[in-house]
């Protein structure tokens, strides 16, 4: 007999998922001349006499405004006093072509609704030209400027981008953990995560706080990368990637250190370091493409406020072949170059951003792919080169940012991983099962992190990282 399977699709619903409003954006974009519209937003400005008044609103959707234009005699003085700059509206009006210039349509207003008033008194947004600084006391309400607009619709846009060039190649987005025991970098610049009753802490018989009383039996932090456990997946799945928040106790007030920053990390099974450099540049190319074809609108404007280059700065990293280079060389490049550094130079020196701008910005004025650093440098699991000196390890080193990806090719051999975990006195009873890849079923492979909010940097132009990230976390800083 035969069955028949009757497969039911999901159809989708006539849903409007916009809030019974039309975007600006798409009001701006393909406004129907002379249709009845709704929009729903934020004033920014207000302005105009007894016969006329001009609200510009935003919503969010674009970093472009809306016009709208009330005839005062229509509506309840009250009202009107009440729709000052940040309050929100629903306006409902006719969609014409625009009187004045800098815009294509604006809105006749029909009816107006006051959501929320913000008292002129005290809302702090009054005027524009509020320095980044003060913004940043107000972080609450700095998603309501231009500025932060444009950032966090790039920001979304870049996120978006990631993990769609990662599904078209087929790479598999993993879930590291963000409570770990171990520490991937070996730096030591951990936060605690503990229940234990600070005040009493429990001490074993050695006078050390006793862990085993804690919540997870033993002493736990807040992953400063989610590279170990990546590599636990690509040992199945072939190629993965995390993305996710990392976390770094390092004191170091600088526009390019968060306490908490998001990073992208792929993971490739069979992937020597060439195959991890290609990776990595095709992926930063591909997402400044991908900003340049889908974010013009809020670059334009950060490029006028902030950073006139900044959109050729962008082109011209897609346009050239990224530098590749030892860290050796790079090191003799930079004591013949006669420039003046803080940090002196010489072999085994841990660059420091001055030391990678130079590289960049005045040496190759291209970005720079430096690899094969001295190992005491860098982190216990990169493959080791047979001179014995030196790693596998790539930096990626752009252009008014310094490093913006640090990645390798792993250590698969398991002798020499345990080893330099011995050399470097890690407790190899807490890497048991890092160290289980490379006993069973080990393969070369190769991974990298590339840093969000450093991207961020990059691509908005923006100077300090604390105004690329919506809430950011730094020493003294975790208000909103
Ligand atoms: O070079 P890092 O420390 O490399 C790792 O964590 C590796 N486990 C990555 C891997 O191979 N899977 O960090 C990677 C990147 C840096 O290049 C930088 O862009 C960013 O993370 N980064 C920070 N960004 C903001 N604030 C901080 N405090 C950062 N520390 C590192
Ligand atoms: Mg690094």
């Known amino acids: 007999m035969w069955q028949y399977l009757f497969i039911t699709k999901f159809k989708m619903r006539n849903v409007n998922l916009d809030g019974g409003r039309t975007k600006v954006v798409d009001l701006l974009k393909n406004g129907q001349p ?9 004033v920014r400005t207000k302005r105009g006499n007894k016969n006329v008044v001009f609200l510009a609103i935003n919503d969010g959707s674009s970093i472009n405004n809306i016009q709208v234009v009330l005839d005062p005699a229509k509506y309840d003085e009250e009202l009107l006093k009440s729709i000052s700059t940040g309050a ?39 005027k524009k030209g509020h320095t980044l600084e003060f913004l940043r006391e107000i972080a609450h309400l700095r998603p309501r400027t231009n500025t932060f607009g444009a950032v966090l619709r790039i920001r979304h846009a870049m996120a ?38 600070l005040e009493e802490l429990p001490r074993n018989e050695e006078g050390k706080v006793d862990y085993t009383q804690d919540f997870f039996g033993k002493h736990c932090n807040l992953t400063v990368s989610g590279q170990l456990e990546g590599e636990l997946g690509a040992m199945a799945l072939g190629q993965i990637y995390t993305f ?80 590749r280079l030892d860290y050796t060389e790079g090191i003799e490049i930079l004591k013949n170059s ?22 960049v910005e005045k040496h190759f004025k291209k970005p720079v792919i430096l690899t094969n650093y001295p190992k005491e440098i860098k982190a216990f699991y990169m493959k080791q080169n047979d001179d014995g000196k030196t790693v596998r390890a790539m930096d990626v080193l752009f252009p008014k940012i310094g490093e913006i990806i640090g990645g390798s090719q792993r250590e698969e051999n398991y002798e020499k991983l345990l080893n330099r975990i ?30 969000f909010e450093r991207l961020l940097l990059f691509v908005t132009g923006m100077a300090n990282i604390r105004d690329v990230i919506p809430f950011p976390r730094t020493p003294n800083n975790a208000e909103f």
């Not at 002379?34 to 934020?42: A, E, L, M, N, P």
């Not at 190649?169 to 963000?178: D, E, I, M, S």
């Not at 130079?345 to 990678?356: F, I, P, R």
Request: charged share 25%.
């Open 34 to 42: 002379d249709s009845v519209v709704t929009v729903k937003g934020w």
């Open 88 to 126: 929100c509206v629903r306006v409902v009006g006719k969609l014409v072509a625009s009187q004045g210039s800098g815009q294509s349509v604006e809105i006749q207003g029909k009816e107006v609704e006051l959501y929320g008033g913000a008292s002129p008194e005290s809302y702090p947004l009054q």
């Open 160 to 197: 978006f981008a990631i993990h769609k060039y990662f599904n078209d190649h087929g790479f598999y987005y993993l879930h590291t953990p963000l409570i770990t025991a171990s520490d991937c970098e070996g730096a030591g610049e951990m936060f605690n995560v503990t229940t234990l009753n």
């Open 244 to 323: 996710g928040p990392t976390f770094r106790a390092e004191n170091s007030n600088t526009p390019r250190h968060l306490a908490e920053f998001w990073m992208i990390e792929p993971e490739v099974a069979f992937f020597e370091i060439e195959d991890n450099m290609n990776l990595a540049e095709d992926f930063l190319k591909y997402l400044i493409q991908y900003a340049l074809d889908n974010c013009m609108d809020d670059l334009q404007f950060l490029a006028k406020m902030y950073d006139g280059e900044l959109i050729d700065r962008l082109k011209f990293v897609l346009e050239n072949d990224f530098v």
């Open 338 to 359: 006669g420039a003046k550094f803080e940090y002196p130079v010489s072999w085994g020196l841990d660059l420091q951003s001055e030391h990678e701008r130079y590289l």
């Open 422 to 451: 011995n050399e470097l006195g890690i407790p190899d009873k807490d890497m048991w099962w890092y160290l289980d890849t490379r006993r069973f079923g080990s393969a070369p492979h190769s991974g990298f992190g590339l840093g």
